[in-house]
């Protein structure tokens, strides 16, 4: 059995500073994704982002607080002409009681050093709900990378919590909602190229995509070149073609909504 996978052995700023100039570029605010966030949000007209990252999915309607503890992606977020953020932590963030109608933690929870302590942070300064975008570990095994990138989606499962966990942990009332990924998904996370498989072959890509960075040594180079043969002989179309005109894809991707 692996051991278990910790953020705490990854370097987050040194990876995101190799592919500096190409992080933004490839994760971006996708509009399809973006329209169920802003729902979720409901009436909020004040709202806290933790582990904010470059900026990605904030509301312009609103009056937005971003809070991100990594230097690299807080000057990616000025570059990105969005407010500057906060640098602290999920779970000692500096505001008093209920200072935010809403607050959203968006593919980041995983992160997070004292999940529980940053979700009761959360729970503390927000008057509302508290949205959370983040992977489902139990539907990982239903995208054909797992095929493919077993040691990928492995470290996958063992990074994120399960629906259930999250939800025992928030308390309180909770909704579920399946994200449907859209064919050109313009968000470079993996199953956003579910019917764009050569994307994978890209370096820059797979940067911008923190699980490959836990690999052991020389497993990425033997994994991708499986599925950049399968794909130049013609087996990976066999199997999976049918992807490549798929207009949605709904996977492993969640929002849960949590309100007080």
Known sequence: MNPKITDSSYNYDKAFEINKQNYSSLRKTDPRIAEYIHSALGSAKTVLNVGAGSGSYEPDDRYVVAVEPSATMRSQRIANGKIPAINTKAHSLPFDDNSFDASMALLTVHHWSD????????????????????????????????EYFPEVIEIERQRYPTVSHLESLLG????IQKI????????????AFYGRPEK????????????????PEGTEDRI???????????????KYGYFRTQPTFTCALRLIIWHK
Do not use: H
């Open 115 to 146: 999940m529980e302590k940053g979700l009761n942070e959360l729970k503390r300064v927000t008057n509302e709900r508290i949205v959370i975008m983040t992977f489902d570990p139990d539907s990982l095994k239903d995208f054909w990378n797992a």
């Open 172 to 175: 309180g009332s909770c909704d």
């Open 180 to 191: 449907p990924i859209p064919l050109d998904c313009i968000d470079g996370f993996q199953e």
């Open 200 to 215: 994978f072959l890209d370096k820059k890509v797979r940067q911008s995509q923190s699980a490959w960075g836990f690999l």
């Open 224 to 238: 991708v070149k499986r599925l950049g043969d399968e794909l130049t002989s013609g087996e990976w179309d066999r």
